[in-house]
Structures are given as C-alpha cells and as structure tokens.
Nanobody
C-alpha cells in the first residue's frame, strides 16, 4: 500500500484559488488510481475527483466541474488538485486516496480506495 500525505490547505476567500498536493510513498504509485474526497462538518465524505492510473482519464463530481483540475506526476509520485473559483460550500477536509494496484472500475465510490491520507483543511471565507 502507498501512504498518501496531503498538503496545501488553508484559508482562502471566496473566488480565490488553492492548490492541494498529495505525495504518496511506500508503493507503486503509477499503477494506482488516485482521488480526492472531501468531508464538510456534519456531512458524509464525498467524492471530488479522480485520475486513473491507466491513460490518465479524469472524473469529477458535478459540483466541481470546470473549477477543479486533478493531475498526477508519476515521476514524483504526486497528485495535485488545482482549485479555482472557490465557493463557501467547498469548505471541508480534503482527503487524498489511492486505489489498489491496477484497479479497473468506477472511480467515485470510497470502496475503490484502500489507502487514505489524514486530510488537509480548506476553509473558504466570504
């Protein structure tokens, strides 16, 4: 298993931008689908974006399409979530997750991922 570690969270005004990074160590990063999830206070963890290990296909939840961009660098074992036009409702703890190796399947459910980071807080202010 890889161990994801998130960074880059913080406090930002609505309309601003933020870049979250996830460094994954301890395993074969390039053969794992990587994803970002988030959990707001009092709510369940929800899928945000994912990038496949094969072909680099990306998948986003509808509420972030056009504002969030997920990318990966297999040479550095990192995945990045670039966030633009932040909204108050984007406030949450953001988690990086890694699938098992060579995972082929839908990318949005939490069961697709077996390694999770500790999370990084993103707070959007008005």
């Amino acid at each position: 298993q890889v161990q994801p570690v998130e960074s880059g969270g913080g406090l930002v005004q609505a309309g601003g931008s933020l870049r979250l990074s996830c460094a994954a160590s301890g395993g074969t990063f390039s053969t794992r689908t990587m994803a970002w999830f988030r959990q707001a206070p009092g709510k369940e963890r929800e899928f945000v974006a994912a990038i496949a290990w094969s072909g680099g296909n990306t998948y986003y939840t509808d509420s972030v399409k056009g504002r969030f961009t997920i990318s990966r660098d297999n040479a550095k074992d990192t995945v990045t979530l670039q966030i633009y036009s932040l909204k108050l409702e984007d406030t949450a703890v953001y988690y990086c997750a890694a699938s098992r190796t060579h995972y082929i399947g839908v990318m949005y459910p939490p069961y697709a991922y077996d390694s999770w980071g500790q999370g990084t807080q993103v707070t959007v202010s008005s």
